[in-house]
Every structure is written in C-alpha cells, then in structure tokens.
C-alpha cells in the first residue's frame, strides 16, 4: 500500500509528499487538506501529521458536547496540532481535509 499527501496551498500551489510508494497498480491511501505555506516540505514526518490531526479534530460531528481522552499520548498529539499547524484554527502546517484510497496511479 502506498501513502501519498497532496497539500493545496493558497497560492493555488498542489504539493504531492508520497511515502511507502509502490507500482502505479498499487492501492493507495491519499491524504489530502490545506497548508498556509510550503514549509511542510521541511520536516514532514507522516505519522506525527496523521496523530496530530486526529487529536485536534472533533471526534463526531454535530456533538454539543465534546469528550476527550485524557492520556499524556492524546494531549501531546493536540498540543502538537494546536501549536504546530495542524488543526481547523491553525492550518500553517497541513490539516487534513480528506482521506481515500485509489490506485496510485489513479492520483499521482
């Protein structure tokens, strides 16, 4: 299975990060939302982005009220979400807007 980011830029710019890259038959995981700068160039480290995406996002949409995890793993994430650009508030890193699978050649 390969893994590949497509970030939109707001200079109309579309980054494409692929990891894990197989054959162009090869199922893919796309991962695709919006970053304030192409600085995600530097430093990108796919599993952190996914973890902390997933801690600052909301668990279930249209829920008033809003339970979280309290464990030191789960915090860590968000905080790295919040401050490092990867949530709804704050999109200088990469927040991710949708997940789906296709053949990689279907998406490079």
Request: glycine content about 8%; overall charge negative.
């Amino acid at each position: 299975i390969s893994l590949l980011f497509r970030v939109f830029c707001p200079n109309q710019q579309v980054i494409s990060i692929p990891f894990l890259r197989g054959n162009r038959n090869n199922p893919a995981v796309v991962i695709e939302g919006e970053a304030e700068s192409t600085d995600i160039l530097e430093g990108f480290n796919p599993n952190v982005v996914i973890l902390a995406n997933a801690a600052t996002h909301k668990q279930y949409a249209n829920v008033e009220e809003v339970v979280e995890p309290t464990t030191k793993r789960f915090q860590y994430y968000k905080q790295i979400g919040e401050e490092g650009g990867c949530s709804e508030n704050n999109k200088r890193f990469f927040f991710v807007k949708h997940v789906f699978c296709d053949n990689l050649g279907g998406v490079e």
